[in-house]
């Protein structure tokens, strides 16, 4: 099966909790047919505390979403079912 999105293309979020939201794509898991997109589908994750660190740490990571729910995004901003031209020369 050809996958169509890679790292680094500009996507939307068209289905979901974080629906309207842009971003660029982190990274792309084939085998279950998801991506990881900046700034979208973030949960709350903690560290144990360590020496270095005594209280340990909170913080949001990005999780990854199915790949029906985003399509890229033109260079005018504009969604799209193919990557753009622009892009695809790139690369």
């Known amino acids: ?13 068209i289905a979901g909790n974080d629906k309207g939201r842009q971003g ?3 990274e792309v898991r084939r085998a279950v047919n998801r991506i990881v997109v900046d700034g979208v589908n973030l949960r709350w994750k903690t560290r144990k505390p360590t020496q270095a660190e005594p209280k340990g740490d909170r913080y949001q990571e990005a999780c990854a979403i199915h790949v029906s729910n985003v399509m890229f995004v033109g260079p005018d901003g504009s969604r799209t079912r193919k990557r753009p031209a622009a892009v695809d020369q790139k690369a």
Do not use: P, W
């Open 1 to 13: 099966m050809q996958f169509k999105f890679k790292k680094g293309d500009q996507v939307i979020v």
């Open 24 to 26: 660029e794509v982190l």
